[in-house]
Every structure is written in C-alpha cells, then in structure tokens.
C-alpha cells in the first residue's frame, strides 16, 4: 500500500508520461469535435484527460486537464482558462480512483464517472460564483438555474444546479467511453507509463 | 576493446513470459557497419533499444548480460549520457520530429540545447550536418511541412549533430516513397564512407549485402548466425527463417555463378558481372 | 502545416515588449476589476486594454475572439436583469419578460469583466510570439518540460484537425450514421475515436524514444539557440503595474 501510494504521487516524469500530455490534449480536442459533429448533447472534450489518468496516474491526469485549458485560453476561448482548475480536479479524481481499483468493472467506472462530474460540479461553482455571478453560458445549465433562482432558492445552490446538470451526464459518458477503450488497448502501449516498475536481473 | 560489445545478452518486456532477446554475444569495430536481419517479431529493433540503452532504461522489464558502447556499460549509465556515444534513427520520420519547433534549423538544435552546447558550437554543427544530409535549403521551413525523405534525413542530421561514436539506423527507409528511400540511402553510402559505425536494420536485402560488412541473423530472439554477407545469403536455410536472399544471389545460385573454389555466391550487382564475365 | 496560434505578426510597441509584461498585464487588469468592481471603473480599464489592442494594430483581430464569449454575455445580462436576488426597480419589460435596474447593473458590471478579461489576454496572444513567451518563461524557472508540453500541443492540434478530415471521410466512406437516434450516433463515436488514441499513443511511444535519443532527460543545464532579446523599458513597465495595482488597494481600503 505504502509503495502504491509513492508510485502514484511519483514527482519524477519520465519522458513518455510528458509526451502524453499533449496527447491527451489532442483526444480531447478531437472528441470534442466528433461529439458536435455527431451531434451529441455531450461535451466529450475530456476523454483525453480521462484516459491519461488512467494510464499515468492522477499528476500526468491533472497536468493534461490543466493545461489544456490554459492552452485554449490562449490560443482560442480566453473564458476556458477559467476552468483549468475544474479539468485539474476531474484529472485528480479519475487519477487516483484508478490507481484504488476502481475502473475493473463497468458499473465500478460508472461510479468513477459520478463521482468525477459531482467534483467537476462543485469546482466549478465557485469559479462561475466568482467571474459570472454563478452561470456556465451553457444553455440547459442556465435554464435550470433561472428556475432554481425563480424559486428563491439561494444563488450558490442554482450555480451548483447549473453545473451538476451540465457536468454529470458529461463524465459519466466521458469516463465510460474512456474505460472501453483502456480496455482495449494492448500491453506494448500502456505499459511504458507505469511509473513503479523497476528492472528485474535475469 | 571494440566499440560495441555485446555479451550474453537476455531481455524480456514487462508483464510478458518469452524472452525477446536471448543471449546474444557479438562485438562490432568501429567504422564497421553491421547489418541485422530477421523477420517480423525477430528482435530487431529490441536489440537496437538494447545497444542505445532504451532497453533497460525506458521500458523497463526483465535483463541479463552485459553491453558495453565506447566503453561505456548500458546498464549502469543514464540514456542522456549514452546518447552521446550511439544516436538512434527508426522507421516514422513524423514521430522522430520533436513537435515543439518551428524550423528545421531549430529542430536540430534541440538536442544540441539539451546537451548544454555553447550557441557559436551549436550553429557550427547544424550547419554541417544540414549540408551533410542535404537539407540545407529546407533550413527555415516547419519540419512538418518535409518530404518523409527531408524529414527523415532531418532526423539523422539531428541525431548526428550530438556527434555520436555509432549511428544506429532502424528500417529508416520503410515509410518513405521510393524517391525518399532513395534519399536515405544516398546519406547511408557516403556515411559508411566516411568511416561511422554504423548498425543497420533492413527488410530490403540487397541493401544490407550493398552496405553490410558483416550480417547478423536474428531469429525469434536468438543469433542464428553472424558473418558476411555472401556467408549469411549463401546459406540454404534461409526461408526457415522468413527470409529471401537478394535477387542477385537468387539469380547467381540458379546460373551456379559462385566465388571460385568456395560455395559462397555473389550478392551484389557488381560482383555477380565479375564473376559472370570471369566465368 | 502551421502552429495553432492566434499570433499576428505586425511591428508595433506592444510586440516589442516583454512577454512577462504582458503576462502581468493580464493579471493586473483583471484584478483590478475585482479590488475596484464599480461599472465606471472596469470600463477605464476596458478602455485602456482597447487602447493598446489599437496600438499594437490588433484591434481587429482580437473582434473574433471577443465574439466567442457572445453567448456567455448574452445570458449573463438576460438572466440577471431578469432574475437577480435583488431585482426592485423596474427598469422596461418586452412583453412578459420584465427587466430591473438592480439585477442590469451587475450584469453590467459582469459584462465588463468578461470583455476586460478577453481583451487583455487577447493584448497577450496576439502580439506574442508563443514560442518566445516559453523561452521567457523558461528562462524564470518554468520546467522545460512543461514549456516543451505547450509547444508541442500547439503544433499537434493543426495535424490533429488534419487526421479528424481523414477518419470523417473513411467512415463516412464505410456507412458511418452521423444521423438518426442518439444510440446510433453514440456508437458512432467509437469508430472515430478509436483509431485517433491508437494512433497517438503509438505516436506518444516513438516520440518518448526520439525525445530520449535526443538527451530530453539530460540533468545538466540546458542552453537556448535563439539569443535573449532585449527588452525596452522593462523594469519600468512592471513596475508600473505593480504600482497601479497597489495604489487601487490602498483606494480600495481608505475610500
Ligand atoms: N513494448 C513492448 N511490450 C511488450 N512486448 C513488446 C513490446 N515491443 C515489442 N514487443 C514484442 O517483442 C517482440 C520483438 O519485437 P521487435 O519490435 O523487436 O521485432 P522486430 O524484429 O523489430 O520486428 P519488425 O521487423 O516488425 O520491426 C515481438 O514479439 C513484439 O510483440
Ligand atoms: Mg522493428
């Protein structure tokens, strides 16, 4: 136990956990395009983070999620630098439910996906309390807090409604397509991100 | 001592039982170059890792055995500092680009930068080896925007530049059109020339019989055998191995044009008139 | 194939500064929004973020971007005048939909922060050289390896559009539903995805190798090909900054 929990707060990057990062932020970008070109009511925009956690554990998880959002504050959507943390925070928690066990199963990732859009949710609230007055500009999630506002419900409860509605459905799925293709990916590709292996003498 | 030293060396990946690797014993002198084949799956590229130490270092797993570069023990020296002594050059030019610069003379730069290089030595060498493998006039472009056969020989200047003892080359030809191919191997004859160490992986066999001074033949992790190349294509058994000898060797086997007084049959072009003509 | 930037290269005196001084120009204006949050105030520094888009000959460019956060600004007034807390005075109503002066006022105020924000990160992005801004943050103790992360995922995104045109096609090619119900369109997605993490994660492996061949996890000091530009007026322009940003919290606290 001691031993997993250095290896998955390991500070030392190798070079192949690095190179994923901008990997991940790729995946990201393209689901994200492929969910509008399909038409989906989904975001999708972080399968990659998703699956960089499961795969280098919760700091190449929340780097991946961070800096994706920095990296389209700057070149395209200044607004999403906002949600840096929120991406950060959802890297954290698929990260470490991983590395305890918790994508062996679908109905375990089902929970993982939960468990990340209710973390999503409550990071983001208070960043959209804080620069918006407690809205997310996403159509449905206003909706429902113009009418948690309407009735008299207090302002962080309707902002925290707003992203639940917004974040939840998203990374359940998100989580779950991730988990699907993790399942599929063969040996030679997953296992030069394990941080703990050491060199066995023969 | 030989500049490459290979000793009962056995390796196996991380959670996988066969061993990829199985005690190989060679050594290679400098300004030689040496030829690896074997089929699919062989060990080829594996052994390529092993020699610039990416085996053990990077991908972990299961090792025995001992390889010794320049002097210099894989197994017991950090990959940035066997980089300095054996450069590694493998199949996809797009994926040998680091993606994080914006000219091709920055490209080659940035090894240059990790290895700490003054900016005067370090503009003294790209510019030579961008002369060197003819990219020259590509200097300012995005290395994205190459040829596969530009980029190709933008990563073997890149690698050169660290100014290695051994340059290793992994198939470097087998993503390129034939024009790129052709590219490469222009580089490859004037870099033997020239007196570098050089390992070269190869499916196309009259490249290794035109280049190779000696053949090693790799088969399900094991060396099969290691000699000339007129040795190794003269031998009988090679489809058991997955392997065809060059068409001129074919050819000269079926006319029984042979090296007079051996068994051994020619492999190249230029032997194979000779022989004919004496004949 | 180019890098994913937003860069204009123009010469003006905005380009010629240091990217830091940028960088601390887009956290100063937007705390200042915050240490002093009145309506009046927050359009000065609007003001003055216009002003050096103007004088950094980017006005234009930096329409699009603010056009983007269109939609955020549209429902931040639509349902603040309309539904704020604090919502008393009646200001007009269309038809049924009654607008207050109290709920206009801080969509107002929001507004304006929103605009601030956009336009002085777009100061930032459309005037710097992304690569040169790495360097510089480098250079301050940044890991190279974060700024390689950067970099590299600005050069990815243009190949990574490049790849979607060729799966759309391919599966396009092969009967992919882009139409028809959710289910349908949801499995979909795995045919398009699929491939793309394959593909780079087999991408990610060589390139770890290539980086490693090229000593990326060297211990020693690293050294930089371009030389350091020299920057005017630097010291003088963050200080400035910082002098502004402590005098609005002085205000802040006396007045
Ligand atoms: N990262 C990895 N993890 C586990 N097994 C691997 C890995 N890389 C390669 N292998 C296995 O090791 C064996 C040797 O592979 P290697 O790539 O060295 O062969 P090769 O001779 O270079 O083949 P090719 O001609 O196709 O390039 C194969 O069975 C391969 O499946
Ligand atoms: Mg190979």
Redesign the pocket.
């Known amino acids: 136990m001691s031993k997993n929990k250095r290896s998955m707060w390991s500070v030392k990057l190798s070079t192949a956990a690095i190179v994923l990062i901008p990997a991940a932020i790729g995946i990201n970008y393209l689901g994200k395009l492929f969910a509008s070109l399909l038409r989906l009511p989904l975001w999708l925009d972080s399968i990659g983070t998703v699956l960089a956690s499961m795969l280098a554990g919760p700091i190449i998880g929340a780097a991946s999620g961070i800096i994706n959002n920095i990296i389209f504050g700057i070149t395209a959507d200044p607004i999403s630098t906002v949600y840096a943390i929120t991406s950060g925070a959802i890297g954290l928690t698929v990260g470490i439910m991983a590395h305890k066990g918790w994508i062996s199963s679908i109905q375990k990732a089902v929970v993982v996906g939960l468990v990340t859009g209710v973390v999503a949710a409550i990071v983001s609230t208070p960043l959209n309390m804080i620069f918006w007055g407690g809205q997310t500009g996403n159509i449905w999630g206003d909706a429902f807090y113009t009418f948690l506002i309407s009735t008299n419900s207090p302002q962080w409860l309707a902002s925290f409604g707003d992203s639940i509605v917004v974040d939840v459905p998203d990374k359940v799925v998100t989580v779950l397509i991730s988990y699907f293709i993790f399942k599929g990916l063969p040996?030679?590709l997953t296992?030069?991100y394990r941080q703990d292996s050491e060199i066995e003498e023969i | 001592m030989s500049t490459i030293e290979v000793e009962n060396l056995k390796y196996r990946?991380?959670?996988?039982t066969?061993l990829?690797l199985n005690d190989l014993n060679f050594s290679v002198e400098k300004g030689e170059c040496l030829g690896i084949i074997?089929?699919?799956?062989?060990?080829?590229?594996?052994?390529c890792y092993a020699l610039a130490g990416l085996v053990p270092h990077f991908?972990k797993g299961a090792y025995g055995g001992k390889v010794t570069v320049n002097g210099l023990v894989v197994r017991d020296h950090e990959i940035a500092t066997i980089v300095e002594n054996i450069g590694l050059v493998f199949e996809n030019p797009f994926s040998q680009m680091t993606g994080a610069k914006q000219t091709v003379y920055e490209e080659v730069a940035f090894g240059l930068e990790n290895m700490g290089l003054v900016r005067q030595e370090m503009h003294t060498r790209i510019e030579k080896y961008l002369k060197l493998l003819a990219v020259y006039s590509v200097k300012d472009k995005n290395p994205f925007d190459l040829s596969g056969g530009q980029m190709q020989r933008v990563a073997i200047a890149s690698v050169l530049a660290m100014e290695p003892e051994v340059l290793i080359l992994?198939?470097p030809t087998s993503q390129l059109d034939p024009q790129g191919s052709q590219e490469v191997f222009e580089v490859i004859e004037e870099l033997t020339k020239g007196g570098m160490t050089i390992i070269l992986?190869e499916?196309k066999m009259d490249k290794i019989a035109q280049y190779a001074d000696r053949v090693l033949l790799?088969h399900e992790?094991r060396q099969v055998d290691l000699d000339t190349p007129e040795n190794i294509f003269s031998r009988g058994d090679l489809t058991d191995f997955g392997l065809t000898p060059p068409v001129v060797t074919t050819i000269a086997k079926a006319l029984g044009i042979q090296y007079p007084g051996t068994k051994l049959y020619p492999v190249t072009i230029e032997e194979f008139k000779r022989l004919g003509e004496d004949k | 194939m180019g890098s994913m930037t937003l860069y204009v290269e123009k010469n003006s005196l905005i380009h010629h500064l240091d990217p830091l001084v940028k960088l601390l120009y887009v956290a100063a204006s937007i705390a200042l929004t915050y240490i002093l949050p009145e309506p009046l105030f927050i359009a000065g520094v609007l003001f003055i973020t216009f002003l050096l888009l103007v004088v950094g000959k980017v006005f234009r460019n930096s329409l699009p971007i603010v056009a983007l956060s269109m939609v955020l600004i549209f429902s931040l007034v639509i349902v603040q005048g309309f539904f704020h807390p604090d919502n008393a005075t009646e200001l007009f109503a269309i038809g049924p939909v009654v607008f207050y002066e109290e709920g206009l006022t801080v969509a107002l105020g929001l507004v304006l922060r929103v605009l601030v924000m956009v336009g002085a990160f777009s100061v930032l992005i459309l005037t710097t050289r992304p690569d040169e801004m790495v360097e510089r943050l480098i250079k301050k103790g940044m890991s190279p390896k974060i700024g390689h992360v950067i970099l590299s995922v600005l050069q990815l995104i243009p190949q990574m559009r490049a790849t979607m045109g060729k799966i759309t096609d391919a599966q396009r090619s092969r009967g992919m539903e882009t139409e028809g119900k959710l289910l349908v369109r949801i499995k979909a997605f795995f045919p398009l995805i699929g491939p793309v993490v394959l593909n780079s994660l087999n991408e990610t492996?060589e390139r770890s190798i290539a980086l490693e061949m090229r000593g990326f996890d060297a211990p020693g000091k690293k050294t930089f090909l371009n030389e350091e530009k020299i920057y005017p007026y630097n010291k003088q322009f963050a200080g400035m900054l910082v002098i502004i940003i402590l005098l609005a919290i002085v205000w802040r606290v006396i007045g």
Request: zero cysteines.
């Open positions: 040996n030679s296992n030069i | 990946y991380p959670d996988t066969k990829v074997g089929e699919n799956t062989a060990g080829k590229s594996t052994l991908y992994d198939e992986v499916h790799l992790g | 492996k």
